[in-house]
């Protein structure tokens, strides 16, 4: 799903539990961060939750393009697909 390589920092706060929930069950913190995240993902994913946002990515782009473009044109066509498109976006 995800592109490229992106590490997100973990808030300093957490650490300590991840570390004592790690050395607790021998596990490395980065497989106790993969066993909590793993499953919320996971059910987030079954809710379709990942398709929605994608869904609301593609609309922005699409919207941002007619803008773009009516910005240049002032085309009475593409105001006319400008509201078309924010309509949809409700």
Same mark, same amino acid.
């Given at each position: 799903?995800?592109?490229?390589?992106?590490?997100?920092?973990?808030?300093?706060?957490?650490?300590?539990?991840?570390?004592?929930?790690? %050395?607790?069950?021998?596990?490395?913190? !980065?497989? &106790?961060?993969? $066993?909590?995240?793993?499953?919320?993902? *996971?059910?987030?994913?079954?809710?379709?939750?990942?398709?929605?946002?994608?869904?609301?990515? %593609?609309?922005?782009?699409?919207?941002? !393009?007619? &803008?773009?473009? $009516?910005?240049?044109?002032?085309?009475? *066509?593409?105001?006319?697909?400008?509201?078309?498109?924010?309509?949809?976006?409700?």
């Amino acid at each position: 799903m995800c592109q490229g390589t992106y590490s997100p920092k973990i808030r300093e706060d957490l650490i300590p539990y991840l570390y004592k929930i790690g %050395r607790a069950t021998q596990t490395p913190m !980065t497989q &106790v961060v993969d $066993l909590i995240l793993r499953p919320v993902i *996971e059910n987030l994913e079954g809710r379709g939750i990942f398709r929605t946002i994608e869904n609301y990515e %593609r609309d922005v782009k699409r919207l941002s !393009t007619v &803008v773009a473009k $009516l910005v240049k044109t002032r085309k009475k *066509e593409d105001r006319a697909e400008l509201i078309k498109l924010v309509k949809s976006l409700h």
